[in-house]
């Protein structure tokens, strides 16, 4: 706790450096047989490791955001000067704060994407236990899991990955085809467990099976420098074409329940809710809704009052109407009149 308070007008940057060097440091500790059991331990502290993993999943797209947001300014600035005789024309005040600029961005993208690679490294070695990587997969973590891979995947591999491409990128850390090839043995571990899937291809914002493919494409790419293995590029391969075929099943099966009574919908997210819990204010949310607003905010979304965990109780009720409309859809019987109609 006292890396996260330190009371320092740095401290929003300064608990990033602790962070990094605590990963060094759980590295070490995950290959000693003895402190790997205590560390699997605490990943059976759902309430606790869910936290953690939160923490590493919001860490991880600031700072991956914020390294990539200047290597694009850096790349700027660099085609700038590469033109020596616009450069010059540009006046002198202005190429001095262009260079300030340039040298600050500097400095940010490699403190950041140095953060972001030992970080991505943990979460790889973290997530190649079985046990572990069923946390992960819990309701409320697997679809947070997955936008974030989702959007690492658009930035180093969708269609403007070509901003990305500054002089001498070593020297920020950045090495994109490893940070990739980080991201896809993730996604690999992830990928047996049928939840991903589901969760990857409702991530409508950034889900793109043909970033997935084209990760293939570039780490079999002989341009590369790394060891990838063959088994690896087969299985991504695979799991574009699992994802490809979850969205279908996905969009059938929303499309077949049409549209769905208001109050079976998450006053949230407005989609079908599957486990509803009530809320003191009286109101009744999806439970992986309320539970991923929790890790961040323990406070009831409409009254404002204090809200754990707890706190929620099953809306048996509720649940058992939602799924008796489910059944008769899925019966052929229409959507019809709800039970709170008849």
């Known amino acids: 706790m006292d890396i996260e308070f330190s009371g320092s007008h740095t401290a929003a940057y300064d608990k990033y450096e602790y962070r990094q060097e605590m990963s060094t440091v759980l590295e070490y500790l995950w290959q000693q047989p003895v402190y790997k059991a205590t560390m699997v331990d605490f990943a059976r502290d759902l ?48 190429r001095q704060q262009r260079a300030q600029q340039l040298q600050q961005d500097e400095g940010h993208a490699r403190y950041f994407m140095l953060f972001t690679t030992a970080v991505m490294h943990m979460m790889e070695y973290l997530s190649e236990d079985r046990e572990v990587a069923l946390v992960f997969m819990l309701p409320e973590l697997a679809p947070r899991i997955s936008e974030m891979l989702n959007f690492f995947l658009v930035d180093l591999v969708g269609p403007k990955c070509s901003s990305l491409r500054v002089n001498e990128p070593e020297k920020y850390h950045f090495h994109p ?45 002989s341009r590369t420098d790394l060891t990838v293995r063959p088994e690896h590029l087969q299985a991504l391969e695979a799991f574009a074409s699992k994802c490809v075929e979850t969205r279908e099943s996905v969009e059938a099966e929303e499309a077949s329940y049409g549209e769905v009574p208001d109050e079976f919908q998450d006053p949230i997210t407005a989609d079908l809710m599957h486990d509803p819990v009530k809320l003191p204010s009286g109101h009744s949310v999806d439970r992986p809704t309320i539970t991923r607003h ?9 009254s404002r009052a204090r809200l754990t965990v707890d706190m929620l109780v099953p809306d048996d009720e509720l649940r058992a109407q939602i799924d008796a409309w489910k059944a008769k859809v899925r019966s052929g019987g229409g959507s019809g009149p709800t039970p709170m109609e008849e």
């Open 294 to 302: 929790l890790l961040s905010d323990e406070t009831d979304p409409f």
């Open 47 to 94: 309430r606790k490791f869910v936290r953690f993993v939160n923490m590493i999943i919001n860490d991880s797209i600031y700072s991956m955001n914020e390294a990539l947001t200047k290597l694009k300014s850096i790349k700027d600035v660099q085609g700038e000067m590469a033109d020596e005789a616009a450069w010059q024309a540009q006046p002198s005040r202005t």
């Open 177 to 221: 085809r490893a940070l990739l090839y980080e991201i896809v043995k993730i996604i690999l571990h992830f990928a047996p467990f049928p939840e991903f899937a589901v969760a990857m291809v409702r991530d409508e914002r950034s889900f793109d099976p043909g970033n997935l493919r084209k990760a293939v494409r570039v780490l079999g790419s």
